[in-house]
């Protein structure tokens, strides 16, 4: 009995390190990630084989694993920079990235796990400088928050070319004018809104004018060939018509015939 406590030290001491020798053997890789398998008497970082996968992995203790996370990510930059004419602006953006899934140990060893500080956000501040320097504060204002979304974008992917980091998108969110700058482009813009509209008003009037001139003299052509079209072969021609007509009325009337002026008939009623 008083031999056991000698025997179940080392007996608990050898469980202690295989537990530990178990613990640093296995590795568990969470869903949108990947491994870095960093070898350390084999070469160090393995980039001539895949990622580890997600899962439960055994590697030898003496290794290292280097989880990245390989599904895209946001990260949201406020930046300064100048426009073409030298003015400040202030420029929010996000940018959806994403690791090279293939290349994840070459970006290990050649960038490190703080490449997003390192790579990204230096790549994505040289765009927007790049591009927002070929604008005016006018263009800016106006509508070309897609047009520098693109070109940012582009920019940014000439950048990382080759450098194991994929740009899916870059969302430019606002862009701010210095106050003084702002307040003139608005009244510029006000100003030239207010004369649209005046000459759209001239030009309404200016229209109508013309059709009512036109109206005009439509009416004043049609009067004069009619007046010349009046004879008094007409004029006795349509009274005849009317007094044939006036004869067939069941009304009470007396019809007197070559008495009136210049021929006419006379009706007459009980009226």
């Given at each position: 009995m008083n031999n056991l406590p000698k025997?179940?030290?080392?007996?608990?001491?050898?469980?202690?390190?295989?537990?530990?020798?178990?613990?640093?053997?296995?590795?568990?890789?969470?869903?949108?990630?990947?491994?870095?398998?960093?070898?350390?008497?084999?070469g160090g970082v393995v980039t001539d084989q895949p990622p580890m996968n997600e899962g439960f992995h055994f590697v030898a203790p003496w290794n290292d694993v280097?989880?990245?996370?390989?599904?895209?990510q946001t990260i949201d930059d406020r930046m300064q920079v100048l426009s073409s004419n030298g003015l400040e602006i202030k420029l929010d953006a996000s940018t959806w990235f994403q690791p090279t899934y293939a290349s994840l140990g070459k970006l290990h060893r050649e960038k490190g796990e703080k490449y997003i500080q390192r790579l990204l956000k230096p790549a994505v501040l040289s765009a927007a400088r790049a591009v927002v320097g070929r604008y005016s504060p006018e263009q800016l204002y106006a509508s070309?928050?897609?047009?520098?979304?693109?070109?940012?974008?582009?920019?940014?992917?000439?950048?990382?070319?080759?450098?194991?980091?994929?740009?899916?998108?870059?969302?430019?969110?606002?862009?701010?004018?210095?106050?003084?700058?702002?307040?003139?482009?608005?009244?510029?813009?006000?100003?030239?809104?207010?004369?649209?509209?005046?000459?759209f008003r001239l030009t309404k009037?200016?229209?109508?004018?013309?059709?009512?001139r036109i109206e005009a003299e439509g009416k004043a052509r049609a009067n004069t060939i009619l007046s010349k079209s009046l004879t008094d072969k007409v004029l006795?021609?349509?009274?005849?018509?009317?007094?044939?007509?006036?004869?067939?009325?069941?009304?009470?009337?007396?019809?007197i015939i070559g008495t009136g002026k210049e021929g006419m008939p006379i009706i007459l009623g009980n009226q």
């Open positions: 025997i179940a030290l080392p007996a608990i001491f050898a469980g202690i390190i295989i537990i530990i020798i178990i613990f640093k053997s296995t590795v568990t890789i969470g869903s949108g990630e990947a491994g870095v398998l960093y070898k350390t008497f084999g280097f989880v990245y996370e390989v599904r895209q070309k928050r897609e047009a520098i979304q693109q070109e940012m974008l582009e920019e940014t992917q000439d950048l990382l070319d080759s450098q194991y980091v994929q740009v899916n998108e870059i969302l430019v969110r606002d862009i701010s004018l210095p106050p003084t700058i702002k307040d003139a482009i608005e009244r510029k813009l006000k100003q030239e809104q207010e004369s649209l509209e005046y000459e009037a200016q229209k109508e004018a013309e059709r009512q006795q021609e349509k009274g005849i018509q009317a007094t044939i007509e006036l004869s067939k009325s069941n009304n009470a009337k007396t019809v």
